[in-house]
């Protein structure tokens, strides 16, 4: 059978994919381009080819600033010559003192460390312990205590080159992909193969319908991103730039200004700047940087103004979210209730009991619990939501000639941050919701069959989900679903989110369960999403578990033999399974397994299987259903259950299917249970409990004797809760 051969990039690829990311930019936002940026381009497509293929270099390189000596490109003929013709250009530089945190940082930790020591001996200065600091506390003191000159004296920086005119080339990716500094990874691998371009549309709009809203996302943007990492003066000289921005009426740009000043409030306030916080909290109308400047102000004993804010949020709020907190938040500050909604929530909550096995798993346990009472049950959270939205509207999201698709490989709609995806397809959303719910089902369909996976961020392809999506659709009160879809499509961002666990059927009604395990409290976006989908007229509740011992839980004791130690490079040769309930054995299952390959030595003197055992055996695929059937729902135990169900499911990886069931460790238990042994491995645990052991490693006659020990260990478990 031929293969194809490997996909071989070009050697200059990268520079192409520069070109076709600039071509790309130049064709659809004329409008979006100042004077330097035309400029940039000109003159980058001026230089020579050598300066071309080392700035673009330079701009899929992490930082700004290189060593001269370390650059190395086959493809550059003359590096120097390339050097110098950017540095005459303006495209490189030398550094200066404005450089000093970057030329720091591009140090390695042990320079860092001798210089502060070197520093602080002649300015008698104590440095962090040179020891255990970390490399940024090591900037930090040399920032603050050491003259730039000492760290870099002026005979030492044209060993440095500098990327200059980074707005410039920063801002065609941005306006290409809507991020910054995206890269230009995703072209190579579209060109490897590993990437598909979505292949939505094949005409695109600018994402940016003026220059005022494209340079002010821009510069939201880059806000951002300078936030993280910020020194305090720089985010005080950030909170005096963000008072003088001003409002666009771009709402998803609205979005981008709100979230970084959100974020640079937050910023101040770990830095201790507690002042300017709350003045830039204030600059926002926006949740949660109103949130936050509540919360200052009343930190402050500023009760009126926190007050007189909170009637207006709660008169006026700009999401559910912001609504639950206002409202919240009053009651207990200047109305003295004790407990907060949250937490009465929860108080108020039903109470189930599971089995403690299924700790790592309480949805999965909570599906089985309500499927006893006689409910249909399935773990649906989120995605049944996101799979509805984006399917119902999938040709508005993705594919109209107006979707907010703007390049080859966006995935997600722009337009979904805020209500512009709404406001730019009302009509056309509110006729697809007043449709019948008949048709509801054949649009489902139809878009299933039609663009099945299609490679998008809003939800997956999942088959399971789909049926749990129509049933959905198919048993929701009238008017229900419309009403949740509606706030999705208004503000996908918020309402994507928090809706509860599980979706159960009982007597063909729908209803939905929030389950929460001990320690776990509600948080407001779920509250808010609760409130929501009781508004539209469906059944939720909120389900607090109680761990147990539950003396009906059924489980499944394995033991698996293999080929070695681990699940990634070896196989299983032989499965033994003991199916029991409380301390009585119910069946047993058994099987040699082909591993398709043979069986070291030592591993034959362990276990006693030898390649002749295995060589007629079935292999795993072969005989995967029938364990699947045996094990079923119950609780998947073993001795060491990490290795054994590591090898499980790593079978049923190879094969192309995922096994996941609760786990219970004999070890841990038995430590648990029968504290101060000397070993807890299975044959001392054996002789200490009296338990037969007949034919150690393999693996029947090890199951057995685990299911034994389990047996006692239920017991033991059993007696705890009742004293």
């Not at 460390?113 to 970390?134: D, F, H, I, T, Y």
């Not at 200052?296 to 700009?318: C, G, K, V, Y």
């Not at 499965?575 to 390959?597: D, F």
């Amino acid at each position: 059978m031929s293969t194809k051969p490997p996909v071989v990039l070009k050697s200059r690829y990268y520079l192409d994919h520069f070109d076709e990311m600039i071509d790309f930019v130049l064709a659809r936002y004329d409008h979006a381009l100042e004077p330097q940026h035309r400029a940039f381009v000109d003159e980058f497509r001026s230089l020579g080819l050598d300066a071309r293929c080392l700035y673009v270099r330079f701009a899929n390189r992490k930082g700004r600033i290189f060593y001269r000596e370390y650059l190395r490109y086959p493809e550059v003929a003359d590096l120097g010559a390339a050097v110098d013709e950017l540095g005459r250009s303006g495209f490189v530089g030398t550094p200066g003192s404005a450089d000093f945190r970057e030329l720091l940082v591009l140090q390695t930790r042990a320079t860092l460390a001798e210089w502060s020591k070197e520093r602080a001996g002649a300015s008698l200065v104590k440095p962090p312990r040179l020891s255990s600091a970390k490399k940024r506390d090591l900037v930090r003191f040399l920032l603050e205590n050491v003259p730039f000159d000492d760290c870099f004296p002026p005979e030492s920086l044209p060993a440095y080159l500098v990327q200059q005119r980074l707005v410039e080339l920063d801002y065609f990716p941005f306006l290409y992909f809507g991020t910054l500094r995206s890269g230009l990874t995703t072209f190579a691998l579209r060109d490897l193969g590993v990437v598909k371009p979505a292949g939505f549309k094949t005409d695109f709009e600018a994402r940016f319908e003026t220059l005022e809203t494209a340079t002010a996302a821009f510069r939201y943007a880059r806000a951002i991103e300078r936030i993280e990492g910020a020194e305090p003066s720089e985010l005080r000289a950030l909170a005096d730039e963000a008072a003088r921005w001003s409002a666009v009426e771009d709402p998803e740009v609205e979005a981008l200004r709100h979230r970084a000043i959100h974020r640079l409030g937050r910023q101040l306030e770990r830095a201790g700047e507690a002042e300017v916080a709350l003045a830039t909290y204030r600059l926002s109308d926006q949740f949660p940087a109103t949130e936050r400047a509540v919360r200052l102000l009343f930190q402050n004993d500023d009760r009126e103004q926190a007050a007189t804010l909170l009637a207006r949020l709660i008169e006026n709020p700009s999401c559910d979210e912001e609504l639950l907190f206002a409202e919240d938040f009053y009651e207990r500050k200047f109305q003295r209730k004790r407990v907060g909604r949250l937490t009465a929530v929860l108080r108020d909550a039903r109470v189930i009991q599971l089995d403690e096995s299924s700790r790592d798993r309480p949805e999965a346990a909570a599906v089985r619990f309500f499927k006893k009472e006689g409910a249909e049950a399935c773990h649906t959270e989120n995605v049944v939501w996101n799979q509805l939205f984006g399917l119902l509207f999938w040709d508005l999201l993705f594919e109209a000639e107006d979707a907010g698709i703007h390049n080859h490989f966006e995935r997600k709609p722009q337009g979904l941050r805020s209500d512009a995806f709404y406001r730019r397809t009302r009509d056309r959303v509110d006729a697809i919701l007043a449709r019948p719910r008949e048709t509801w089902i054949e649009r489902l369909r139809a878009t299933w069959e039609g663009r099945k996976d299609t490679p998008n961020r809003l939800f997956p392809w999942d088959a399971e989900v789909f049926e749990q999506t129509c049933r959905l659709v198919e048993l929701a009160p009238a008017g229900a679903l419309k009403f949740i879809l509606e706030g999705m499509a208004k503000n996908h961002r918020t309402a994507r989110s928090g809706f509860p666990d599980l979706m159960m059927v009982r007597d063909s009604q729908v209803s939905f369960v929030e389950i929460k395990a001990e320690g776990d409290t509600i948080r407001r976006n779920q509250l808010a999403q609760i409130e929501r989908l009781r508004e539209a007229g469906l059944a939720v509740e909120v389900a607090r578990v109680q761990w147990t011992v539950d003396p009906d839980q059924e489980y499944v004791v394995v033991d698996v033999e293999t080929t070695g130690g681990s699940s990634q490079w070896n196989r299983i040769t032989e499965i033994g399974a003991v199916r029991m309930r409380g301390e009585e054995i119910l069946e047993e299952w058994s099987t040699l397994v082909n591993p398709g390959r043979r069986i070291p030595i030592k591993i034959v003197e362990l276990t006693g299987i030898t390649d002749e055992m295995v060589r007629e055996a079935a292999p795993f695929a072969a005989i995967a259903d029938e364990f699947r059937d045996f094990v079923g729902d119950a609780v998947f135990a073993a001795h060491r259950a990490r290795f054994d169900y590591g090898f499980v499911r790593e079978e049923f990886r190879r094969i192309g299917q995922e096994f996941r069931l609760p786990t219970l460790c004999t070890v841990t238990a038995s430590r648990r249970c029968f504290p101060g042994l000397a070993s807890y491995g299975l044959a001392n645990l054996c002789r200490e409990l009296n338990i037969p052991l007949e034919s150690h490693h393999r693996a029947l006659c090890d199951a057995r004797a685990t299911a034994r020990l389990l047996a006692k260990i239920n017991a033991q478990r059993l007696r705890s809760t009742k004293v």
